[in-house]
C-alpha cells in the first residue's frame, strides 16, 4: 500500500516539485507532510486531480537551536524564494517551538516535541499523520497508524490530542469535500 501511496502523492505535481528541490530547502530533519499528502489521496480516489481543493502545502521541520518566530519567519522566506515560481502557498513550521504558540491558538496544553516526527504524530486525526521525504533514490514515509485508513476514509480522533471539539470541526471540514470520508466516534 506504501508504493501506492507514493505513486498517488507523487501525481500531484507541487508535491514532486516540492520533493524534487528537497536538497534546495536544507530543512533540518525535514518532512513534506499533512494535506498536501492525504488530500492528494483523497482525490484521486474521488477522481478528482490530485492537486484539487488543497489549500497549503506544510512542511516540518525540528530546529532547538532558535525558537524565535523570527527563525521561523526566516527558514518561511527561504522555503518561499526556493518554491516562489509554484504559485502555491507553502508553509514551514519548526516542530521545536509549536509549545510555544499553541496553547493561546488553540487553548490546551501541548508538550515540547523532540523531533518533526513527533508533530507528525499528533495531527487530530490518524489517518492524516503522514510525512514524506526523499531518501536516496527513493522516500522516506513515516506513517505511524499506516496508510490504510487514509484509503478507508476513516476520521477518528488521535487519543495523543483527544481535543474533540477541534477533532469534530476538522472531519467536519474534510468530509464536506470529500463526502464518502466517515467520521467515527471515540479515538482512533
Not at 528541490?21 to 494535506?35: I, S, T, Y
Not at 527563525?71 to 516562489?84: F, P, T, W
Request: charge should be negative; glycine fraction near 8%; aromatic fraction near 12%.
Amino acid at each position: 500500500m506504501q508504493t501506492r501511496f507514493l505513486q498517488d502523492i507523487l501525481s500531484n505535481r507541487h508535491n514532486r516539485t516540492i520533493l524534487d528541490r528537497w536538497e534546495r530547502l536544507a530543512l533540518p530533519d525535514g518532512w513534506l507532510v499533512a494535506g498536501c499528502l492525504f488530500q492528494s489521496v483523497w482525490n484521486r480516489c474521488s477522481g478528482l486531480p490530485a492537486e484539487a481543493q488543497i489549500k497549503d502545502y506544510d512542511l516540518f521541520y525540528f530546529d532547538d537551536g532558535d525558537l524565535s518566530a523570527e527563525a521561523e519567519a526566516g527558514v518561511q522566506a527561504h522555503v518561499a524564494h526556493v518554491l516562489s515560481d509554484l504559485d502555491i502557498t507553502v508553509e514551514a513550521k519548526n516542530q521545536a517551538r509549536v509549545h510555544t504558540w499553541y496553547p493561546e491558538w488553540f487553548g490546551h496544553p501541548y508538550p515540547a516535541l523532540r523531533s518533526a516526527c513527533d508533530g507528525i504524530d499528533r495531527f487530530l486525526v490518524p489517518a492524516t499523520c503522514v510525512g514524506v521525504r526523499p531518501a536516496g533514490d527513493g522516500f522516506n514515509v513515516y506513517a505511524p497508524h499506516g496508510v490504510a485508513q487514509v484509503y478507508e476514509g476513516r476520521l477518528s480522533l488521535n487519543p495523543l490530542i483527544p481535543h474533540k471539539a477541534l477533532f469534530e470541526a476538522k472531519a467536519r471540514s474534510y468530509q464536506s469535500r470529500w463526502p464518502w470520508l466517515r467520521i467515527e466516534e471515540g479515538v482512533g
